[in-house]
């Protein structure tokens, strides 16, 4: 099971991106999934989430800004990130918690290889 994120990049103050992140392999159910970032020098931290029913939360630096969303049928999660800002700049993480066809049961947590997004000023 893995997760691969994708849709990082250069962009302008106020533009926008969208990263995506696809889960992949013998994947039985997916619960909560979520973004996370990593600036240089700063602990990894919680940028949104969303349940498997659609119930999100935001980080409130992102809230009004960014949006998180999921296709269940094709365990994809996504991030429309707009009016992005220098302090958005960071390696973006996608995480799921997930079961598989090999976990007897047990949810794992599962992190994807990170993606970097870089806001010019």
């Known amino acids: 099971v893995q997760l691969q994120a994708y849709g990082g990049g250069l962009v302008q103050t106020g533009g926008s991106l969208r990263l995506s992140c696809v889960a992949s392999g013998r994947i039985l159910g997916i619960n909560d999934m979520g973004w996370y970032r990593q600036a240089p020098g700063n602990q990894r931290e919680l940028v949104a989430k969303?349940?498997?029913?659609?119930?999100?939360d935001y980080a409130d630096s992102v809230k009004g800004r960014f949006t998180i969303s999921r296709d269940n049928t094709e365990n994809t999660l996504y991030l429309q990130m707009n009016s992005l800002r220098p302090e958005d700049t960071a390696v973006y993480y996608c995480?799921?918690?997930?079961?598989?066809?090999?976990?007897?049961?047990?949810?794992?947590?599962?992190w994807g290889q990170g993606t970097q997004v870089t806001v010019s000023s």
């Open positions: 969303i349940t498997s029913g659609g119930s999100a």
């Open positions: 995480h799921a918690v997930l079961r598989s066809v090999g976990s007897a049961g047990i949810f794992l947590h599962v």
